[in-house]
């Protein structure tokens, strides 16, 4: 793909180069401001009547959605743990209450 880390930042002053680029690549468009995953034509339709500058074009990464699912699972397993570790606790706390 010749990204580094199935990623590259979007370096574009235009929308169609980005969705171009991503085609390409075969890779979705990720904004790591709103943190939403876009498919290239998804981003087409919400974006292409407008014109943005660079600061706003510097939100969007070219990444491999594989990825981003890998991150997705990894954050998922995280929580879960901790939900659980909490789960114990309060268990715990209310059956010493009741002995």
Known sequence: ??????????HFTNI?????EA???KCWIY??????????EEFMAKY????YNQAWFAQFKVMNPMAGLKAAE???QKLNEKKLAFQQRV???YQ???K
Request: proline share 2%; aromatic share 12%.
């Open 1 to 10: 793909m010749g990204f580094n880390e199935d990623q590259q930042a979007a």
């Open 16 to 20: 169609n180069i980005l969705v171009k």
């Open 23 to 25: 085609l390409r690549h």
């Open 31 to 40: 904004s790591s401001t709103e943190k939403i995953w876009y498919s290239p």
């Open 48 to 51: 292409k009547h407008s014109s």
């Open 74 to 76: 990894i954050q998922a």
């Open 91 to 93: 268990f715990e706390y």
């Open 96 to 98: 010493n209450k009741l």
